[in-house]
């Protein structure tokens, strides 16, 4: 059976979660505490060296370390139901908007957080190398967030889903994103009223309570 390497606080391994459940793929789980370092420590170091969370173990003993290639593996093992789009033109609308969330949204989101906090004094980049925190870039993040809402909220107004007609794993890493801002204390307002709906329409996904 697949394990996942997990911690139920952090955005990122949550898009592991909402992928694997919407695969419907049964796997075992592993709690790697984040608040207390224990990402850095020699044990989780044997397993996943970047020292970040998720990772995917296989039966075969093949380990992923990233959302990217977590998803691309479950994908091509699971095909169904199709998270990366099914024609040629879905897997590169699924693409470009997945690609979008996580760098418009998730990445500015953690800009923000990273560079702000005190827990995270030296430690603005996740992984196994400390950077000091950069003022500068959360506030840069802040704005960034708000652009990442007008954008969603704009491509909502004319699809039901960010890819497109159907759900995909383009949603999974904007809804993360969308989530995750409330940690910097940002999130939709009324004028994002198509990217609301949307929030409230996947609230009815079991896989969102992940």
């Known amino acids: 059976m697949l394990t996942l390497y997990d911690c139920a606080t952090a955005p990122s391994p949550r898009r592991a979660r909402i992928f694997l459940a919407e695969k419907g793929v049964r796997h075992d789980t592993v709690a790697i505490d984040l608040r207390a370092g224990e990402q850095l420590g020699a044990a989780y170091r044997q397993i996943n060296p970047q020292c970040t969370v998720p990772a995917l173990a296989t039966e075969g003993g093949l380990v992923l370390t990233d959302n990217a290639a977590i998803a691309a593996y479950l994908e091509a093992r699971f095909p169904e139901p199709a998270l990366f789009g099914s024609t040629p033109e879905e897997k590169a609308e ?13 990445l500015a989101v953690a800009e923000a957080l990273r560079n702000s906090a005190p827990a995270m004094a030296n430690r603005a980049l996740p992984g196994a190398v400390d950077y000091a925190q950069i003022p500068a870039l959360a506030e840069r993040g802040l704005a960034r967030v708000g652009q990442f809402f007008d954008l969603l909220d704009a491509r909502l107004a004319a699809c039901p889903f960010v890819a497109g007609e159907r759900f995909s794993v383009a949603d999974i890493t904007a809804v993360v994103a969308v989530d995750f801002a409330r940690i910097v204390k940002q999130k939709p307002g009324a004028q994002h009223a198509a990217l609301l709906r949307w929030r409230a329409a996947l609230a009815e996904r079991p896989s969102m309570a992940l």
């Open 94 to 106: 699924v693409a470009s908007w997945n690609w979008r969330a996580e760098f418009e949204g998730l």
